[in-house]
């Protein structure tokens, strides 16, 4: 072992001289190298299910919000090449497989002195965590089965976007300001398992107002005067879009997100880049209404007793239900965040300046972490009967309900169904107890294994302001606090960071692992107890494993094998399943043609109105426009508004005689493209366009415009749709 520490010492000694610097020890700096970049990661859709329910009816099948990347890189000036990366992407969860993804391209994108100044050990990729984003990309099993597998091109999408986001930030890394403050928002979150938090030691909770944390943390990016970017983590679900939404959106946090990049556009800052990352959100929920059963309206928990029984009805709704459904709760909550993070860019911080820019990364076998203590241990994973209650936000099947922990209940034909996929042993249930297990998956490998046994940690330094734990899973409310506590105990002690310093959970990064909680809060077995993969003593291995991975900080690398941080290596390459039904054929009608008008506008619309148009369409997953098809027409930047390389939609203005400009695309707010099925093989297209909703409009005449491409049996051939000219007035 003390020869494979000298070696590993003489490589990162090696690299870090290649690349032009020193061993990283604790050395002041001034200033912050700060590089930002955004991309487009919307990948295949067109039945395609969203990840998050896992309801199998919600595919997504149009869009309303396109997804993003959002790269923000840092360096110490005097140490330009020791840099971190963090990206915040609009998806469901994380994944192993798209950071490999990621690095390929930017072997391929960048020179090759430049592409090796990254790696998994220095790239931090934390989801959003949208239910609203398709799905197709995960690692293990157990969440490929509700979408069917890997959808084709789905990782590569992500990867693709998140690298191009990454090289953006490349080629804007420059001396920069950055400010870190923190304010309360008091009005975009409750705790959806309220039980399980009150199982939590009275005095603990004594220390803390709230049963959510309602603190915002944010990084603001200043480039001379103007603020180039801003980065800021609260505690939140998005799941303000319920499973009955079948068009791809970034939620309450992708919103957020459109409204001040959009603002900043319009004062004349179009690259601002506004990242709302996730944190401790496990127990969080957007629908401040709380639960309610939808027959009788009567409050319940979605426990076994909930609305008679059936806890299908037991569901909870945004603030803005009543007024506009869910499209109306994410407005309202996701500018409730930006409002916060606006506020917080102009407040008095703390700027983030001297000590180095550090990481640490390892993988880490997670059945064999045994506690320092002597008083337990990691199991292998497995998944609890209320894992399949859903929560409120959106109830299970009703099978079983949010704190079942009776073996012997009414859950004897699910234990024979259970028992035909894998019975678990006595040793998982006794690990696992007091969890009644649905899926023993830690011991289920075929086709290969259904939840992950190695994970990646990893830990940013930004300075000594600024510690970044990439956490991989869902952490509830008072287990983030636990491990945000440790960490930063371990890393001021080890005059690593100073006492004014935040310590930051970067939820579900890296990897998805399910959820975390308190060993309390395990006892109670509710939706994320049940979710909660490693067992009672998951928590308490992870502070372990994470304040080891602090203190390493001290050395110059991660600390070698031990019971305690049992390192490993990552998972080796495998061939996916893909069970998703390939498009084969797209037809139109007798006599029709594709991109024809079914529905045209009508003549005149004033602000305020919805435009909808209809078209006859081809599966969407075939691909929207590509390079030649906009045509003659004038773009905003010479680029789609959106950003992306390519739309389903455009609304075009008329500028003099004959030539027109692009508005907007399939990318914002006020859009929508919804795809849908007609029998074997023909499709319709409806755009919608909300007149001034999010975006100022001019009075004139306007028109709108559908790509697609359909499939015959030898080729696929592109094709364009145009409504006729209608009028907005003012």
């Not at 200033?31 to 039945?47: F, H, M, Q, R, Y």
């Not at 046994?453 to 287990?479: D, N, W």
């Not at 935040?502 to 309390?520: K, Q, R």
């Not at 003659?632 to 609304?651: D, E």
Request: charged share 20%; glycine share 10%; with cysteine.
């Amino acid at each position: 072992m003390i020869f494979f520490q000298f070696v590993l010492g003489l490589l990162i000694a090696f690299a870090a001289v290649h690349h032009g610097d020193a061993v990283p020890v604790k050395r002041q700096s001034g200033g912050l190298l700060v590089g930002t970049g955004i991309a487009d990661i919307t990948g295949p859709i067109g039945e395609v299910v969203m990840m998050g329910y896992a309801v199998l009816g919600q595919r997504a099948n149009g869009i309303h919000l396109r997804l993003k990347a959002r790269a923000f890189m840092f360096a110490a000036p005097d140490l330009p090449n020791r840099r971190v990366v963090f990206v915040s992407a609009d998806i469901g969860s994380p994944s192993h497989r798209v950071r490999e993804l990621v690095l390929q391209n930017l072997r391929t994108k960048l020179a090759p002195a430049e592409a090796q100044l990254y790696s998994l050990d220095n790239i931090m990729i934390s989801s959003t965590h949208t239910h609203s984003a398709p799905g197709g990309y995960n690692d293990d099993f157990l969440y490929q089965v509700p979408t069917f597998g890997v959808t084709p091109g789905e990782r590569e999408a992500i990867a693709s976007g998140i690298a191009d986001a990454i090289i953006s930030a490349h080629k804007t890394f420059a001396p920069s300001t950055a400010t870190l403050s923190r304010g309360d928002l008091a009005n975009a979150s409750i705790n959806r398992s309220l039980q399980s938090y009150l199982n939590n030691p009275e005095e603990e909770r004594a220390r803390y107002a709230d049963n959510v944390d309602r603190a915002m943390v944010a990084l603001s990016i200043k480039d001379g005067q103007q603020l180039k970017a801003a980065v800021n983590w609260f505690a939140v679900h998005p799941v303000s879009m319920k499973a009955t939404n079948l068009l791809v959106s970034g939620d309450n946090k992708g919103y957020a997100s459109y409204l001040w990049e959009f603002e900043q556009k319009k004062q004349g800052n179009p690259s601002f880049i506004a990242a709302f990352g996730q944190t401790n959100a496990g127990d969080v929920s957007p629908n401040l209404q709380g639960p309610r059963c939808t027959d009788t309206g009567a409050p319940c928990d979605g426990g076994k007793d909930s609305c008679g029984g059936d806890i299908t009805k037991c569901i909870a709704h945004g603030p803005g239900y009543e007024e506009g459904g869910d499209f109306r709760s994410t407005e309202i909550i996701g500018e409730r965040q930006f409002l916060k993070a606006k506020e917080l860019a102009s407040a008095q911080g703390i700027e983030l300046s001297g000590g180095v820019v550090d990481y640490r990364h390892a993988w880490i076998e997670m059945p064999a972490v045994t506690l320092a203590d002597g008083k337990g241990q990691l199991c292998e994973p497995a998944m609890g009967y209320s894992f399949s209650a859903g929560t409120t936000d959106q109830p299970g099947a009703g099978i079983s309900w949010q704190g079942d922990n009776d073996p012997n209940g009414s859950n004897k034909w699910m234990n024979f169904v259970r028992n035909l996929l894998r019975k678990p042993s006595q040793q998982l249930e006794k690990c696992h107890a007091p969890k009644v297990i649905l899926l023993a998956t830690g011991e289920m490998d075929t086709p290969y294994d259904w939840q992950p046994h190695q994970l990646p940690v990893q830990m940013f330094l930004v300075t000594r302001k600024l510690a970044i734990i990439g956490f991989p899973a869902e952490i509830t409310t008072m287990s983030g606090r636990r491990l945000r506590e440790a960490v930063k105990a371990q890393l001021v002690a080890d005059k690593s960071m100073d006492e004014d310093a935040e310590v930051v959970i970067a939820g579900l990064s890296n990897l998805y692992s399910s959820y975390v909680t308190t060993f309390e809060e395990y006892q109670v077995q509710r939706y994320e107890a049940g979710s909660t993969a490693y067992g009672p003593n998951t928590l308490a291995g992870y502070i372990q494993i994470f304040k080891t991975l602090a203190q390493s900080f001290t050395n110059s690398s991660v600390p070698g094998r031990s019971p305690q941080f049992p390192i490993t290596t990552a998972p080796r390459p495998r061939q996916d399943m893909n069970l998703l039904t390939p498009v084969v054929l797209d037809t139109a009608p007798l006599g029709k043609r594709f991109g024809d008008v079914q529905k045209q506008p009508a003549a005149t619309y004033r602000k305020g109105d919805v435009v909808t148009s209809e078209f006859i369409c081809a599966h969407p997953r075939n691909g929207a426009s590509d390079e030649g098809m906009i045509g003659n027409v004038q773009l905003p930047g010479g680029k789609l508004p959106g950003g992306a390389a390519s739309t389903y939609m455009t609304v075009e203005r008329r500028i003099g005689s004959d030539k027109w400009e692009v508005v907007l695309d399939d990318a914002g707010w006020d859009t929508k493209y919804e795809w849908k099925r007609l029998g074997v093989s023909e499709s319709r297209c409806v755009l919608q366009w909300k007149v001034g909703g999010t975006t100022d409009v001019q009075a004139g005449v306007y028109r709108m415009r559908y790509f697609g491409r359909h499939k015959t049996i030898i080729t696929t051939s592109s094709h364009v749709g145009t409504t006729n000219d209608f009028t907005v007035v003012a």
